[in-house]
């Protein structure tokens, strides 16, 4: 099979997760600037939850443009990532709603569902890559794997913490969206050049 329908989809299901997460987002009943400041940690939960969307719609864009065909096992693991990330418009609400970010099992909860976006989106890699030839891409574009397992264990050090220090561990969910805020150079490199 094409890569065609599977893009299509995953599009439609990343855009309908975006906009439910904007839909969460509710105007302030107040029209004075303390009013809008009261909506505040709501839309900064919305921003990095917007951020980490358009990370994964990238990447998975740029995984798509080097692989040839799926099969059905492709298709089931790129359905398990998106059933990870429909979850973040819940776990964003939870967090933005409670406004001082002080809720461990909010932030706890919000950094177990990247944990298993990441993890989703391992499987799918290794997937691909067991389906194509020894000269597919990205068996050679993966072969570090720094960010993936930095990434891997910052989320894994964030959730305990959110219990003693919510702010530390949002703080990881931060830097772990700036690693991947550029797109791995060496794929999009070679998508480029092909």
């Known amino acids: 099979m094409k ?10 299901v990343l855009a309908i997760v975006i906009t439910i997460m904007v839909l969460e987002m509710k ?14 940690p709501v839309f900064i939960s919305y921003l990095l939850s917007f951020i980490y969307l358009g990370i994964y719609w990238n990447n998975h864009h740029h995984l798509m443009q080097v692989t040839q065909k799926v099969n059905g096992t492709i298709l089931w693991a790129n359905l398990h990532l998106l059933f990870w990330l429909s ?14 970010y002080n809720e461990a099992l909010p932030v706890a909860i919000y ?12 499987i799918l890699e290794r997937v691909l890559i067991k389906y194509h030839d020894d000269n597919y891409a990205l068996s050679k574009l993966c072969a570090n794997g720094f960010k993936e397992y930095a990434s891997l264990i910052l989320y894994l050090l964030a959730i305990p913490l959110a219990y003693s220090y919510t702010w530390i561990a949002i703080l990881f969910y931060v ?7 550029i ?7 070679f998508v480029e050049d092909n």
């Open 27 to 40: 105007a302030p009943e107040d029209t004075t600037f303390k009013g809008l400041l009261s909506v505040a």
């Open 175 to 181: 830097v772990v969206a700036f690693f991947w805020l």
């Open 87 to 100: 979850l973040i418009p819940f776990t964003t609400s939870w967090v933005g709603e409670h406004g001082n």
């Open 183 to 189: 797109p791995e150079r060496r794929l999009e490199s």
């Open 3 to 12: 890569t065609g329908r599977l893009e299509a989809f995953s599009d439609g």
């Open 111 to 122: 950094g177990f569902v990247l944990f298993m976006s990441a993890i989703a989106y391992f």
